[in-house]
């Protein structure tokens, strides 16, 4: 028991929580000092190409199922609103030219540094959900929602070219609900029910890695990696 009557492993857990709140603030707050640049540069591509906005901005799920804003660099074209499916898939037509090259090297989350500093999300964590699959958090899925939405994550390195992975001919829809998504929450709480500093430190680099196309990530085809798991 600590001298404030609290459990010491409940003051273990408080103290990294702050850490982790402090190097999410710190490690968002220089990526967006240094990469204001790059992102200038984005938002011109974008608007030579398609015009306004250059940001799209979604509702997603966060801790405790609280609704928050996601930013992103738009890769759609600028009337494909938000109707039609909710994934993106390799060669869809609603997507840029400037958005392929957004979704390859991922700079199209770049704003998503922002959603760090208002504390919507961490930079280590489980990718914040749409809500058109909240319905999939259920059957004990639902304790992914205890962990702040992350920037980078186990999932968001294995599953780096997911728009690649659906196998042909299938309801990609049904198939996320039935196949990935479940795999991607066992992944993740394996992941954060033991997460330490240390850990949280090898994905960021790992994911470095997975960006640059250094690592492995999802195979063509989903049922393989479900075989796998």
């Known amino acids: ?18 850490l982790r709140r402090a ?10 000092l240094f990469l204001t640049p790059l992102m200038l540069l984005i938002t011109i591509a974008i608007w030579l190409e398609s015009g306004q906005p250059t940001l799209f901005c979604q509702t997603r ?3 405790g199922g609280r609704r928050f804003r996601m930013y992103k660099f738009r890769k759609f074209h600028a009337d494909a609103g938000q109707a039609g499916c909710p994934l993106t898939l390799e060669q869809d037509p609603r997507m840029t030219q400037v958005g392929r090259l957004l979704m390859k090297t991922k700079l199209d989350e770049l704003p998503q540094f922002w959603n760090v500093i208002k504390g919507d999300m961490a930079i280590v964590g489980p990718r914040p959900e ?7 958090f259920h059957n004990g899925w639902e304790d992914l929602l205890r962990y702040k939405p992350g920037l980078v994550g186990p999932c968001q390195i294995i599953f780096r070219n997911e ?5 042909k ?5 049904e198939f996320y609900r039935t196949v990935v998504f479940p795999l991607k929450a ?15 430190v090898v994905i960021m680099i790992r994911s470095f890695f997975a960006i640059c196309g250094w690592t492995s990530a999802a195979s063509a085809d989903l049922r393989q990696v479900e075989r796998r798991a």
Do not use: H, W
């Open 1 to 18: 028991m600590s001298a404030q009557g609290f459990p010491e492993s409940t003051v273990s857990e408080m103290a990294k929580a702050l």
């Open 23 to 32: 190097a999410d603030i710190l490690i968002a707050g220089i990526a967006l």
């Open 130 to 136: 749409s809500l058109a699959f909240a319905d999939c």
């Open 163 to 167: 728009a690649a992975a659906f196998p």
């Open 61 to 63: 799920l966060g801790q």
């Open 186 to 200: 066992r992944i993740d709480l394996d992941y954060f029910r033991s997460r330490s500093l240390a850990s949280d």
């Open 169 to 173: 001919g299938v309801d990609v829809n």
